[in-house]
């Protein structure tokens, strides 16, 4: 074997060589960047599903809360004046205290109505958004000091919508009318709904704004529950329960609130 021969199997070695480490390191370099985006999805989904669990947490023990505060009305209002009634009725001249038996049994009535009505509206199911939001705006008033107003031009339409759409868009706005009257400490609160104007996507705007005491808000921090529920505090959970029903129509959310200077919130359904 001459020199040359030894060179040219030495350069064939070589090359095999450069050529196995290039396709080891494609692979590797390959493996590498899928198991890190693998690793990516997976963080995501287990930060997901840790909200999701956080958030069921929170739903379940608001749904108690509010199972608690009907039993309360129940016995401290309604059961009390149909006791404090029996007694008017089964005294000796019940005659005379019939009429003041009479008007605690309709103030009971309305009272067992307005809570059925928040339970579950009897006209929720209807494709008629307008006059659904105007009852909820009529029966929160009549529990709470602060003014509401709707603003909804007759034109306005709201065909797009299903029913699941309507649902979800009114418990939306029952929600931030809640979060008005519970935390706001407002006078006077507004909702606002039109379709698009000239140069805005199409499809439907709702806006609950308020004159109340707002909060620091930033939407980057609102970003995860875990670090909403540190930053906001549990008082302002209602926005992450708005947010949730958004994101299952479909639609967007935004807040823009300061301290000492109210609170609006923004919902914008499109046209599918």
């Known amino acids: 074997m001459n020199l040359t ?36 999805r997976f963080l995501k989904s287990k930060k997901s599903l840790k909200d999701s669990n956080e958030y069921l947490l929170f739903t379940i023990k608001g749904q108690e809360e509010e199972r608690a505060r009907i039993a309360r009305e129940l016995h401290d209002t309604i059961a009390q004046d149909l006791r404090y009634c029996r007694t008017l009725l089964e005294k000796k001249n019940c005659a005379e205290n019939i009429p003041e038996a009479v008007q605690l049994l309709g103030k009971s009535l309305s009272d067992v109505r307005l809570i059925s009505y928040n339970l579950s509206p009897a006209d929720i199911k209807k494709k008629d958004l307008r006059a659904n939001l105007v009852n909820l705006c009529a029966s929160i008033a009549q529990t709470c000091d602060v003014k509401f107003r709707i603003s909804m031009p007759d034109d306005t339409d709201t065909s797009f919508l299903n029913e699941n759409d309507i649902l979800n868009l009114y418990r939306i706005v029952q ?65 992450i329960g708005i947010k949730k029903r958004c994101q299952l129509i479909g639609a967007e959310f935004s807040v823009s609130s300061a301290p000492g200077e109210g609170t609006q919130i923004s919902i914008f359904k499109r046209i599918n």
């Open 5 to 40: 021969q030894t060179i040219e199997e030495l350069e064939d070695i070589i090359r095999n060589y450069i050529t196995y480490f290039i396709v080891f390191d494609i692979l590797f370099f390959a493996v590498l960047f899928v198991s890190v985006l693998l690793l990516i």
């Open 175 to 239: 929600e931030s009318l809640t979060n008005v009257i519970k935390h706001a400490n407002a006078d006077k609160a507004v909702i606002l709904i039109r379709n698009s104007s000239e140069n805005e996507e199409k499809g439907l705007y709702i806006f609950i704004s308020d004159d109340g005491c707002g909060f620091d808000y930033d939407a980057e921090q609102y970003e995860g529950f875990s670090s909403y529920k540190r930053i906001g505090g549990a008082k302002h959970f209602g926005l």
